[in-house]
């Protein structure tokens, strides 16, 4: 099961991935998994509505992408997935997912964050879980527009503490 392109991104959908990501990689569907958002009818409607026709888009709870994720039959190859933290990750993975490469679109300033990139302000806790998920094997990469240069994060991660 091959994804196009997993993204951490607190915004979810939003312009960037829509005319950024989804046309640079020619995709054909955008999964917005979230749990609050999938219960929420006016903030799914909202996400999907920027979505344009010619993308099929779907906003799906964390233990249904997990289900769907582990289904040999589902073909992911032209699909963008997105969640907003990597704590979402570690829990697809306690549900038995496999994840390899996941881009980290943007994870913006709040209270108790700092700055690592213009794009990425993280937490204590949010540092802590990327390093979880690094020491199992997932590999991440910063790159906030398909233009931009990859930079890998346990190098942004060694920068910023050194």
């Known amino acids: 099961m091959e994804i196009q392109l997993f993204r951490i991104d607190d915004r979810l959908i ?13 995709s054909d569907t955008i999964i917005l998994c979230d749990d609050s958002v999938a219960e929420n009818d006016w903030e799914k409607e909202l996400y999907l509505s920027i979505v344009p026709e010619s993308l099929a888009a779907r906003v799906i709870p964390v233990g249904e ?21 990597p704590f979402t990750v570690e829990t697809l993975l306690k549900k038995g997912v496999e994840l390899n490469n996941i881009n980290i679109g943007g994870i913006h300033f709040k ?13 204590k806790e949010e540092v802590n879980a990327f390093h979880r998920l690094m020491q199992r094997g997932i590999k991440f990469f910063c790159q906030d527009v398909p233009t931009a240069k990859q930079i ?10 050194a």
């Open 14 to 26: 939003h312009g960037q991935v829509v005319i950024g990501w989804a046309s640079h990689l020619n």
């Open 65 to 85: 992408l997990a289900r769907e994720l582990k289904e040999s039959k589902n073909n992911f190859c032209k699909t963008i997935v997105l969640v907003s933290s």
């Open 111 to 123: 209270e108790g964050r700092k700055e690592y990139l213009p794009y990425l302000y993280l937490s």
């Open 152 to 161: 890998p994060l346990e190098k942004v991660l060694e920068k910023r503490t």
